[in-house]
């Protein structure tokens, strides 16, 4: 099973505003990864997170690293009608070589 | 394109029968993931490859899942006896390094066993 949990699970929100999303863990991550997936496609990466702390960016959005290493968030600045996807956090933790991921956030946005 | 490119994208397969799925990583990726993508799920992870060696096998399902590798490019995802359980999204994802760098993903494969 799956360790990150994910919320919100769904968001339907109006084209231009903000949105937050965020992934937690029971265990410490080494490196917090996120993506977007499309219908019939594969996740692409968004961005890459290594440092507890670290906030990164990348255009509209922005990610970063919790502290406590059990937890990111992502936020979206002024959503467009082609961020509708679902939104994957992922993780390495100390365990193994395999990313764990989280139960995905859905967006959609209403033009 | 330079992407990582997977083969067929959709399968359908008696109960029983067997498949094989390909994967084609990025060029000089060192790393390849195989993942299943159950419907509404996030991918979890079957298999590793540093090249050609099969570092970690912890998440294939059962002794009826097998991955090669055997030139350290190519990977081959091999499910014998299908059964309905199996029906998934078989997802392939290459690495540059090691596993901790950036995993780029295929389009994946779908596969329904009926």
């Known amino acids: 099973g799956q360790q990150l949990n994910q919320s919100p699970q769904s968001m339907f929100i109006q084209e231009g505003e903000d949105v937050s999303m965020n992934c937690t863990s029971s265990?410490?991550?080494?490196?917090w990864l996120w993506y977007k997936q499309d219908p019939g496609e594969g996740p692409v990466l968004l961005i890459a997170l290594y440092k507890a702390g670290e906030l990164t960016s990348n255009g509209r959005l922005t990610a970063q690293f919790g502290i406590t290493r059990k937890d990111s968030f992502l936020n979206i600045s002024a959503s467009i009608p082609s961020d509708v996807g679902i939104y994957f956090c992922?993780?390495?933790?100390?365990?193994?070589?395999?990313?764990?991921f989280g139960g995905g956030t859905r967006l959609m946005v209403k033009p | 394109g330079a992407g990582v490119s997977q083969s067929p994208r959709y399968k359908v397969a008696k109960r029983g029968q067997d498949v094989a799925l390909r994967c084609d990583p990025i060029?000089?990726?060192?790393?390849l993931f195989w993942y299943q993508q159950a419907l509404g799920q996030g991918p979890e992870f079957l298999t590793y490859f540093q090249n050609e060696a099969q570092l970690d096998k912890s998440g294939l399902p059962s002794d009826r899942f097998f991955a090669e590798r055997p030139e350290g490019s190519v990977s081959t995802l091999k499910i014998q006896r299908t059964q309905q359980e199996d029906s998934a999204v078989y997802l392939c994802?290459?690495?540059?390094?090691?596993?901790?760098?950036?995993?780029?993903f295929g389009p994946g494969t779908r596969l329904t066993v009926t």
């Open positions: 994802a290459s690495s540059l390094g090691n596993s901790y760098y950036e995993q780029y």
């Open positions: 060029s000089g990726h060192v790393s």
């Open positions: 992922a993780g390495f933790d100390n365990a193994g070589n395999m990313l764990t």
């Open positions: 265990s410490i991550f080494n490196t």
